[in-house]
């Protein structure tokens, strides 16, 4: 099985950037669909990004289309999520998540994930 480790969260002021980081261990990388999640106390865990294998396929929530971009480097084992023109509500404990699947599919819904990683907190002020 795989182990996910984020980094990159911060303090920002609104309209900064950050990218977030999520290093795999344990398997084959690129046998993973990949995928990028926050939550916020007392709500569900909500969709943000997620990433084909071979990294040639995306799918964005709609709110960070065109500010975030999401991709990986199967030589280095890692899953990267640039964001950018960052918003107060963009605020958030970020989670990535792995998938083994063959087929080209990506699944919106936490319960299709089966690893996690511990999260990295991202801080928007305005």
């Known amino acids: 099985q795989v182990q996910l480790v984020e980094s990159g969260g911060g303090l920002v002021q609104a309209g900064a950037s950050l990218r977030l980081s999520c290093v795999a261990s344990g398997d084959t990388f690129s046998r993973y669909v990949m995928a990028w999640f926050r939550q916020v106390p007392g709500k569900e865990r909500e969709f943000v990004a997620a990433i084909s294998r071979n990294g040639g396929i995306t799918r964005y929530l709609d709110s960070v289309k065109g500010r975030f971009t999401i991709s990986r480097d199967n030589a280095k084992n890692t899953l990267y999520l640039q964001t950018n023109s960052l918003k107060p509500e963009d605020t958030a404990v970020y989670y990535c998540?792995?998938?083994?699947?063959?087929?080209?599919?990506?699944?919106?819904?936490?319960?299709?994930?089966?690893?996690w990683g511990q999260g990295t907190q991202v801080t928007v002020s305005s």
């Open positions: 998540a792995a998938k083994v699947q063959l087929l080209t599919i990506l699944h919106t819904n936490t319960r299709e994930y089966d690893y």
